[in-house]
């Protein structure tokens, strides 16, 4: 069976899911076979160009026609555009494979696993937290599952971006909180919290977050558009009409945000994330610990997992690059390393055997339902903020 794939959005999470397609048939022969059918969007000349590059079948603007014309979905387009036509989708019994954070509100996150309760197991809904499918991530579970590190009394989470610490650095649609809900924490909060849940947490509604003590700030209150004046690449071509030539927009979502959050099991941790952090590009880092020991990842060493066992005096750095790690077997002969793009393939490869119903558990992990339950955590995050007090999940 070959299962046709129309994909929404073209840029950078287009590029990255196009290419984990692409790979599956070399690395991950068992993966079912996909067609990159459609791809979707609303400018057809920039799109026409993002197909051949990535290698689509044909283009179309009309997200309507396609979602129940394919037999897989995937939403990755800016937030605002999640909710609509991955519920339609749902509704037509195309599965889902929709990019982080799920919504841009809790209400539209809500809508959508509403949609995806009702289009029942058979018709799967992932949430592409590809964070999970680090190879040392799933090694680190491994250890927590078996107990090795004891009881967990800590963890602390960041995420750390450097992107707007330019104050001429243009604005997007990321600045703005009707098209992405909010900034870093939505953007790379939502990939923290699932982390969290996904090596400690349970799986209740907030993931066994039951309290949390937040605050959020805006660092920069407007921004240039891009090809503007004042931006950090003015155009250069005369008035075109399409931007003023001193066109500013206000920033109406957070630069980073900070939070102190409390386990129903006791257990206590810190959270942040900004995209002021200079000298910090794409640092996101977990650390963890527990009555038996403790371990730390950060995702600028990736293929490495610092361990430490009970009574020893410092932390064992474990190259998580052997033929029997989680996924490695699949690539290259051990200690060739895996990069950003590799958990992509993973989640894609996990995702598309569940659609094909390849899977004996028959669930893809992370769901609609885990988008939601880090939503959950983030409103808190934001609700504490407003009302400057300890704010419960549920
Ligand atoms: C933001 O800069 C971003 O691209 C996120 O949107 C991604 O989810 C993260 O993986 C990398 O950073």
Same mark, same amino acid.
């Given at each position: 069976?070959?299962?046709?794939?129309?994909?929404?959005?073209?840029?950078?999470?287009?590029?990255?899911?196009?290419?984990?397609?692409?790979?599956?048939?070399?690395?991950?022969?068992?993966?079912?076979?996909?067609?990159?059918? %459609?791809?979707?969007?609303?400018?057809?000349?920039?799109?026409?160009?993002?197909?051949?590059?990535?290698?689509?079948?044909?283009?179309?603007?009309?997200?309507?026609?396609?979602?129940?014309?394919?037999?897989?979905?995937?939403?990755?387009?800016?937030?605002?555009?999640?909710?609509?036509?991955?519920?339609?989708?749902?509704?037509?019994?195309?599965?889902?494979?929709?990019?982080?954070?799920?919504?841009?509100?809790?209400?539209?996150?809500?809508?959508?696993?509403?949609?995806?309760?009702?289009?029942?197991?058979?018709?799967?809904?992932?949430?592409?937290?590809?964070?999970?499918?680090?190879?040392?991530?799933?090694?680190?579970?491994?250890?927590?599952?078996?107990?090795?590190?004891?009881?967990?009394?800590? %963890?602390?989470?960041?995420?750390?971006?450097?992107?707007?610490?330019?104050?001429?650095?243009?604005?997007?649609?990321?600045?703005?909180?009707?098209?992405?809900?909010?900034?870093?924490?939505?953007?790379?909060?939502?990939?923290?919290?699932?982390?969290?849940?996904?090596?400690?947490?349970?799986?209740?509604?907030?993931?066994?977050?039951?309290?949390?003590?937040?605050?959020?700030?805006?660092?920069?209150? +407007?921004?240039?558009?891009?090809?503007?004046?004042?931006?950090?690449?003015?155009?250069?071509?005369?008035?075109?009409?399409? %931007?003023?030539?001193? +066109?500013?927009?206000?920033?109406?979502?957070?630069?980073?945000?900070?939070?102190?959050?409390?386990?129903?099991?006791?257990?206590?941790?810190?959270?942040?994330?900004?995209?002021?952090?200079?000298?910090?590009?794409?640092?996101?880092?977990?650390?963890?610990?527990?009555? +038996?020991?403790?371990?730390?990842?950060?995702?600028?060493?990736?293929?490495?997992?610092?361990?430490?066992?009970?009574?020893?005096?410092?932390?064992?750095?474990?190259?998580?690059?052997?033929?029997?790690?989680?996924?490695?077997?699949?690539?290259?002969?051990?200690?060739?390393?895996?990069?950003?793009?590799?958990?992509?393939?993973?989640?894609?490869? +996990?995702?598309?055997?569940?659609?094909?119903?390849?899977?004996?558990?028959?669930?893809?992990?992370?769901?609609?339902?885990?988008?939601?339950?880090?939503?959950?955590?983030?409103?808190?995050?934001?609700?504490?903020?407003?009302?400057?007090?300890?704010?419960?999940?549920?």
């Amino acid at each position: 069976m070959t299962l046709s794939v129309g994909v929404l959005g073209y840029r950078f999470m287009g590029k990255a899911h196009a290419n984990a397609m692409a790979r599956l048939p070399m690395f991950f022969p068992d993966a079912p076979d996909v067609e990159r059918s %459609v791809l979707v969007g609303r400018d057809e000349g920039a799109l026409s160009d993002a197909a051949d590059r990535l290698g689509f079948d044909s283009i179309s603007t009309d997200w309507e026609a396609v979602v129940d014309d394919v037999d897989v979905f995937y939403n990755l387009g800016p937030n605002h555009v999640h909710a609509e036509p991955s519920i339609a989708a749902l509704e037509a019994g195309t599965p889902v494979f929709c990019e982080k954070p799920l919504a841009p509100t809790l209400e539209e996150a809500e809508r959508m696993v509403e949609a995806s309760r009702e289009a029942g197991d058979d018709v799967p809904a992932g949430c592409a937290f590809n964070y999970r499918f680090v190879p040392a991530i799933r090694y680190a579970k491994g250890l927590l599952e078996a107990g090795e590190l004891g009881e967990v009394h800590h %963890v602390r989470g960041r995420y750390l971006q450097d992107w707007l610490v330019d104050p001429d650095a243009p604005w997007s649609w990321r600045n703005d909180e009707q098209l992405a809900g909010s900034g870093a924490l939505g953007d790379l909060g939502s990939h923290t919290v699932d982390l969290v849940r996904f090596l400690v947490g349970s799986d209740d509604l907030a993931g066994g977050i039951d309290r949390v003590s937040g605050q959020l700030r805006t660092f920069v209150e +407007e921004r240039p558009v891009e090809g503007s004046e004042g931006s950090a690449e003015p155009r250069e071509d005369e008035d075109d009409g399409s %931007v003023e030539r001193d +066109e500013r927009r206000p920033v109406t979502v957070d630069d980073a945000y900070s939070a102190q959050i409390a386990f129903e099991s006791g257990a206590m941790g810190t959270l942040e994330a900004s995209r002021f952090a200079a000298g910090h590009k794409n640092d996101h880092a977990i650390e963890i610990h527990g009555s +038996e020991g403790s371990l730390r990842f950060s995702l600028e060493r990736l293929n490495e997992l610092e361990v430490l066992r009970g009574d020893d005096r410092g932390y064992e750095t474990i190259l998580v690059t052997d033929e029997d790690d989680p996924y490695v077997d699949r690539w290259w002969p051990p200690g060739h390393v895996l990069g950003w793009e590799h958990t992509f393939v993973h989640e894609n490869y +996990e995702f598309l055997r569940a659609v094909a119903g390849d899977r004996e558990d028959g669930r893809f992990r992370p769901n609609f339902e885990d988008g939601l339950a880090a939503q959950r955590v983030l409103a808190a995050i934001e609700e504490s903020d407003e009302r400057g007090e300890w704010v419960e999940t549920e």
